[in-house]
Each structure stands twice: as structure tokens, then as C-alpha cells.
């Protein structure tokens, strides 16, 4: 690990407006995680040290975004967008505390690796003053292009001033750079904006670096590292690169996909090896995977812990707080919320288990349903340990059913059971022999009048 200590500046003042949307551009989610936050935790994972926000509007908001993963991050607001270099300058007084390396990032390019950083930053550490993540790319529009004499990086020329030669140059800016905290702030200073428009270009210190005699070099990154997100056509691009990538990730894991195109991860999903993924399978964020599991087809899945051996799906919704044990099974068109299923407890189909607590090895019927909101409040059920609910019973909470205890099909609970009881919560059955043709004989005759 590099011992140097380093400051990471987001750029994430852009206005974002082709994301037609009232959110600010870094707040849009990818794998459910804003994508500054992204941003953050690549800085961390390469060591990026201190950090530092420069935003816009909505600072408060990306402050809070990253807080999980960059508790002490310091926020500077660039009123006026004036280009990157002026930007980068907002977060003059953190630079000014004195950092060796000084790594800067843009806050809308989320699927930049660590690897890249590293090696930026590792240029610096061999005495370079500047260090640019660089990457090849058929079509370089747009882009700062990486002019280079005898091998060497001697400037970079935004699209908009390139020479029609320079404009042929496929080698381009990926917009990441670590620059030597000792000569940050004279090389920024020195920044003009003398070109085609008008901004305080920060690509321009590498110019500024050569004609001071400073060792200047590049890294080269694959492209998706300075992906930049600009549109929700683009957002949904990065999603799908994040979801193959991180697919690719579970099955060197350990975990087996047996459709994997089909199978969607947040950003925080833990899977524990040898667990069966079965075809459409979504997880939204906060689910642990915590033993070999296997989760059927058509699942949806969100703050749910799973355990060894736990059986889920197909078609079955986990919601938050939805804890199932080791063995357990929940089964098709089930729903579970916020409750905790004992090992070994079966819920196996078209049932709500909201505000439970479902024992170890009990048997809940096709069709029961917790009652656990009366409009105002939720209301805990608690089933004990090996209790048997029986098909089609509302329990009715706050209510408990016993140990062993036994619900008949069909009851509404309103009442605890005790430990061994059996409860019925129904009407009795009337059967009465015959009087099926009698009434069979009456209904056609009213029907041929
Ligand atoms: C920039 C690079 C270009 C590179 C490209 C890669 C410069 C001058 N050019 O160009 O060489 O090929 O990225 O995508 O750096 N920002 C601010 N405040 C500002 C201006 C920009 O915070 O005043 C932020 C933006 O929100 C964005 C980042 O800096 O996250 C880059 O700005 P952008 O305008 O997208 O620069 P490009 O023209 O794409
Ligand atoms: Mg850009």
C-alpha cells in the first residue's frame, strides 16, 4: 500500500441537465448507490486519504450520500462554473494543509477501479508531478487528446482547440489525475483561460508541468474506468457494465448463476459460496447471503439476510427486515417483512409474514396472512416453535400461538393460543344430506320462467 498521504478532490458541480431531473446528476444510483458514492469508494479502496466535495447545487444531499463511506469528507461549493481547474481550486484550503499526493476525480464517472488510481498514484511516487489516466478509444470527440513527443506527455488539447492533426489523436484524457501536492497549487495557479471556451482548463497543468522542467506521465485505463455519465441512456449503460461486472465477480466467488444476464446486485449484496442462483432473480440493497442458499427463479429480494441451506422462491418477495434461518423455506408468491424465521420453519405458499416471529421448524399453511397493521400502527405475531398453521388463517396481531400449537384452516386468530392448544376460529360446518338437489331443482325452475 502507498504510504504517501493523499487528499481526493470530486469534481461534482456539473448541473447534469440532460438528466432532465430534479435530483443532482451524482445522486443518480447505480447498483442502488448514488454515483458519487461509487466515486468515494474506488478513492478508498486505492487509499485516496482525506476527501474532498466540490459541488453545486445539492450539497447537502451529496454530502449525506457519501457520509457512509467518507464520514469526514469536507465540502466546497464552486458558485460559478468556470472549468475544472477552477474547480479544482475551490478545495484550496485542503490542498493548501499539504498532502503529498492530491488525486482528483469526477463525481459523475462511477465505474472507475482502483487499479487505475493506484497507478496514477504510483507515478507520482517515481517523481512525476502529474499523473493522467489516459485510454484509447475509436472515436476521441469530445475528448482532451494526450499529445505526446519522444514518449513523453507534453500537454493534453481539449476537442474545441485541437489542430485537425491533433484531432487524429486517439489517445485521450479519461479525466482522472494525481498531481504532487507540493506543486498542486502554483501549477493551478498558474492555469489561464485564454482558449476556445473561455474555462479554467485543469488538463492545462500539464503544459504548465513540462515548461517548468516537472516530470509529467500517463496511465492507460480501460474505457469504461472514465465512463462518464451525461444521460439516463448512459446511467443505464453503467448499470449494465456495474451488473456484469459484478455477475462475473459472484460466480468467481463461488456462487453459481445459471442465467447470470438475468440476475440484478446492488451495490452491498454478499453471497455466500455455493449458493444456487436460479434465472431472474433481482436484489435491491442490504441483502446477506450468509450460507450455501439457493434462491429460485422470478425473486425479489431487499434487506433480507438468508441462511445456510434456506430454501427461496420461486416468486417470492423478501422485504426489510425479512431474517430467514438456516433451512428454513419461503416459498412461491410468499411475502416476508421484518420478521424473523427460525431455522428449519417452513413458509411454502401465497402467505404474508409481516412483524413475526415464526419458530423453529413450524409449519405455516398456503394462504395465511398476518394481520399486522389495524390502519394506525404494526402489531407483532409471534408463532412458536413447531406450531402448525393451519391453510387460510388470519392472525389477527398483537397475538401469540404456542409452542406445538395448532391453528385449524381457515381461522381468524384474534386470541392467543397457549403452548399445545388447538385453536379453532371458525364457524362450525352444517352439512345438510340432501338438500343440494332440492336446491338444484328450485334454481332451474326459476331460470326457465
Ligand atoms: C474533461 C477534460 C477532458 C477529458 C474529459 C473526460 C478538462 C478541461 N477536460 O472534459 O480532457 O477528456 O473530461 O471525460 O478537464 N466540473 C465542475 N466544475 C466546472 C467544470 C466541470 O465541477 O466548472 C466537473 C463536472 O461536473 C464533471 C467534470 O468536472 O464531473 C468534468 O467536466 P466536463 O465539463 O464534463 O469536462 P469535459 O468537457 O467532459
Ligand atoms: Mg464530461
Known amino acids: 500500500m502507498n504510504q504517501r498521504s493523499c487528499l481526493t478532490i470530486i469534481l461534482a458541480a456539473g448541473e447534469g441537465t440532460r438528466m432532465k431531473s430534479a435530483l443532482p446528476k451524482v445522486l443518480h444510483r447505480i447498483a442502488g448507490l448514488p454515483m458519487v458514492a461509487h466515486v468515494v469508494r474506488a478513492a478508498g479502496r486505492a487509499g485516496g486519504g482525506d476527501v474532498a466535495l466540490v459541488v453545486g447545487r445539492g450539497g447537502d444531499e451529496v454530502r449525506a450520500a457519501v457520509a457512509p463511506y467518507a464520514p469526514a469528507a469536507e465540502m466546497f461549493v464552486q458558485r460559478e462554473r468556470l472549468g475544472t481547474a477552477h474547480a479544482v481550486l475551490a478545495a484550496r484550503a485542503a490542498i493548501a494543509r499539504g498532502y503529498d499526493d492530491i488525486l482528483v476525480m469526477f463525481g459523475d464517472t462511477p465505474l472507475v477501479e482502483s487499479a487505475p488510481l493506484e497507478a496514477a498514484r504510483g507515478l507520482l511516487a517515481d517523481g512525476n508531478a502529474v499523473a493522467v489516466m489516459g485510454f484509447r478509444t475509436e472515436d476521441p470527440s469530445g475528448y482532451g487528446r494526450l499529445i505526446e513527443q519522444d514518449g513523453r506527455l507534453v500537454a493534453i488539447r481539449e476537442d474545441k482547440d485541437c489542430s485537425d492533426d491533433e484531432r487524429r489523436i486517439n489517445f485521450c484524457n479519461g479525466g482522472l489525475m494525481a498531481i504532487d501536492g507540493r506543486q498542486a497549487l502554483a501549477l493551478l495557479d498558474a492555469v489561464g483561460n485564454a482558449n476556445a471556451k473561455g474555462e479554467y482548463y ?97 425473486s425479489h429480494i431487499e434487506g433480507a439476510t438468508i441462511g445456510e441451506a434456506a430454501e427461496v422462491g420461486p416468486f417470492a418477495r423478501l422485504r426489510p427486515g425479512a431474517d430467514l434461518g438456516d433451512h428454513s423455506k419461503v416459498g412461491n408468491f410468499c411475502e416476508v417483512k421484518k420478521a424473523k424465521v427460525e431455522p428449519g420453519a417452513k413458509i411454502n405458499h401465497l402467505t404474508y409474514i409481516g412483524d413475526a416471529i415464526v419458530g423453529a421448524k413450524a409449519n405455516i399453511g398456503a394462504g395465511t396472512i398476518t394481520c399486522n397493521y389495524d390502519g394506525y400502527n404494526k402489531h407483532l405475531t409471534e408463532i412458536g416453535a413447531g406450531a402448525f398453521i393451519g391453510s387460510n388463517s388470519s392472525l389477527v396481531a398483537p397475538v401469540r400461538i404456542g409452542v406445538n400449537a395448532y391453528v385449524a384452516s381457515g381461522s381468524v386468530i384474534t386470541e392467543s393460543v397457549p403452548d399445545d392448544g388447538l385453536a379453532f376460529g371458525r364457524a362450525r360446518q352444517d352439512t345438510k344430506p340432501g338438500r343440494a338437489k332440492i336446491l338444484r331443482e328450485r334454481y332451474a325452475a326459476m331460470k326457465k320462467k
Open 202 to 298: 485543469l488538463t492545462d497543468i500539464v503544459e504548465i508541468a513540462n515548461a517548468r522542467g516537472l516530470k509529467v506521465a500517463a496511465t492507460e485505463a480501460s474505457f469504461e474506468n472514465v465512463l462518464g455519465i451525461n444521460n439516463r441512456a448512459e446511467l443505464a449503460a453503467a448499470e449494465a457494465i456495474w451488473q456484469r461486472r459484478t455477475r462475473r465477480s459472484m460466480m468467481l466467488s463461488g456462487v453459481t448463476l445459471t442465467a447470470p444476464e438475468t440476475v440484478f446486485f446492488a451495490h452491498d449484496t454478499e453471497i455466500a459460496a455455493e449458493t444456487l442462483i436460479e434465472p431472474n432473480v433481482f436484489f435491491g440493497p442490504g441483502v446477506r447471503v450468509t450460507g450455501a442458499a439457493t434462491i429460485r427463479a422470478f
